[in-house]
């Protein structure tokens, strides 16, 4: 056997490698495969449903039918979204993800399915050839019945080769760091995969608090959210929200509506929330709404005021 195959091997799979969409990193030794996330590409512009379907729909570089299993730390769809077409091409293994993960995973897979099709149709019409949906609700349903939850802060046994521990990244809800340890040649490396990080400088809602992580052989970190420059988000925060504040306020009375555009998954709970603080004791009734229910809006893709 030669020295490269006796080595762990870490492999940025597709666009990964030059972007921050469509997170998928393959590790592999001789003695066991798995990878962090799987991922959709997203863009926008001109044509970006036929490109973003030809890349995600490519062949993956990896065997699915050969790993030892997916860990996803997170529920946003350029980390997850592509996860059942591997289970579609042969992935056989546990789909691992931190506790609290699934019943949002599954909305936004089974979400994920329908507008596969909805693009496949609509590129097929535009280019008049016949595009099949990348995956459908039954992919959904295999990679599923795979899934696995673990505990934070707890280190469990993959196989003899793999252990694994999941720490708070302050992304949002139930998102993970992953601390893996690879033993290869009765010699045990340890990799940190952040996935994204939150924005350390801002309070982040429904997220457990961020821990750092103190030593690892390797450090494959994705901090667009918690970078330096993003200290200034916090600074222009509380002048955004007064900003709002008297938008809302001057439009709800000319009987107009403010329309927020905002992501379904943790960026439309922090909006509901924020107009909570900002409404939701209003004599006038302009936004009544209790915290208990802005902590449960999982599917609004916008909120209407």
Known sequence: ????????????????????????????TPDTQVILECGLFQCCGKDSILKQYKINNRKFEFKPKNLDAIFVMHNHADHCGNVPK????????????????????????????????????????QFERDYRPIYGKEDVENALINYKEYDFDEIYELNPYIKFRFVSSQHILNSAQL???ITCNNITKKILYTSDLGNLHVHEYYTHKFKGVSKADVVIGEATYAGTDRIATAKTRKSDLAKIKTVVQETTANNGKVLF??????????????????????????YLLDQEYAARVYTAPSLVL
């Open 179 to 181: 601390e893996l340890w």
């Open 1 to 28: 056997m030669s020295k490269t195959k006796e080595k762990i091997e870490i492999h940025f799979v597709g666009e990964n490698a030059e972007d921050v969409t469509g997170s998928c990193i393959w590790i592999k």
């Open 261 to 286: 555009p905002c992501f379904a998954n943790q960026r439309t709970q922090v909006m509901v929330t924020e107009l909570y603080k900002l409404f939701g004791n209003d004599p006038k009734g302009l």
């Open 86 to 125: 591997c289970f579609k091409e042969g992935a056989n293994c546990p789909l691992i993800m931190p506790k609290g993960s699934y019943e949002i995973l599954k909305i936004l897979l089974n979400d994920s399915a329908n507008i596969m099709e909805r693009d496949a149709n609509t590129i097929s019409e």
